[in-house]
């Protein structure tokens, strides 16, 4: 079974992803400091990426966890393949 994966597509949709993070935090910080309005909806601490327990901090720890995902897969295939590599990291 092969998959591929192409980085110049996973790049650009992250690179959209973190965009739409931080123009939805911009907003927030316009609503919050300019028109005085802390909460609208419930939508300017979702985006807040001064805090936690949001949508910013859940896309940082999936990144974070398809990473170590990628590095484990990694690291098996090449252990198949017998060359030796640092399994630390995983």
């Given at each position: 079974?092969?998959?591929?994966?192409?980085?110049?597509?996973?790049?650009?949709?992250?690179?959209?992803?973190?965009?739409?993070?931080?123009?939805l935090?911009?907003?927030?910080?316009?609503?919050?400091?300019?028109?005085?309005?802390?909460?609208?909806?419930?939508?300017?601490?979702?985006?807040?990426?001064?805090?936690?327990?949001?949508?910013p901090?859940?896309?940082?720890?999936?990144?974070?966890?398809?990473?170590?995902?990628?590095?484990?897969?990694?690291?098996?295939?090449?252990?198949?393949?017998?060359?030796y590599?640092?399994?630390?990291?995983?």
């Amino acid at each position: 079974m092969n998959l591929e994966i192409k980085s110049e597509k996973v790049f650009k949709k992250l690179l959209c992803i973190i965009i739409a993070l931080v123009l939805l935090n911009i907003l927030g910080l316009i609503s919050k400091y300019y028109f005085d309005h802390d909460y609208v909806y419930g939508l300017v601490p979702l985006f807040d990426l001064d805090t936690e327990k949001n949508i910013p901090t859940f896309y940082s720890a999936v990144a974070i966890l398809c990473s170590s995902f990628l590095l484990f897969f990694i690291a098996v295939t090449h252990k198949k393949m017998e060359i030796y590599i640092w399994l630390g990291l995983v």
